[in-house]
């Protein structure tokens, strides 16, 4: 049976599902490639659910930095704060992805050529779902792919910094955590380790 054959027999719903994967075909007029297609599985499923979703991923989060992460967010709570958990454990081929995204865009936002619109509306909005910055490029090796860091929007009450002389890094090394690039990127937070570590 071919594979035509195969794909007729598939109810329609099956047939018309996207793919698994972000993908862009190369546009003929384009002298620009693609972004690269994620072919690792975990790293499709972050790609279409995980963090996308706000489904994060604490699994991967070595145990003491799990344990970090809920000491931290508790702390934070019981002064009144304000935790939103944006990222945590990201797979290697992911962390590629979205290093994939950065330089694509950096290629491609001051792109007028018609041709290149298409793709460079593509990656714009690939760029502002994973939450990159243009001042930032996602490295290689990252804390979040050893499983030693999370990305956090964390607030605290002005009350609660005036009154109890609160401050939200005092309760990061209260809880083991420390943030290694607090101007360029400050909801990134890591475990302390003893070790200098990665970042980003």
Known sequence: MSGIEVLRGLPAVLRSTPPLFSTTLAAPNCKVPPLSPIEEADAVAFENGNEASGVIDLSGLRPAMARAL??????????GGTFDLKSAYRPPAYQAHLQDVWFKWMELRNNRTAGCQALRAHVADEFSRHLLMETQKPVTFSDHTLGLAFDAAVVLPRAARQR?????DRLAVLAGLTRPDIHRD?????LVTGRGGLHG
């Open 70 to 79: 809920e000491k931290f967010r508790r702390m934070v709570l019981s002064a």
């Open 164 to 168: 109890r002389r609160v401050s939200l």
């Open 186 to 190: 400050p909801v990134h937070f890591k």
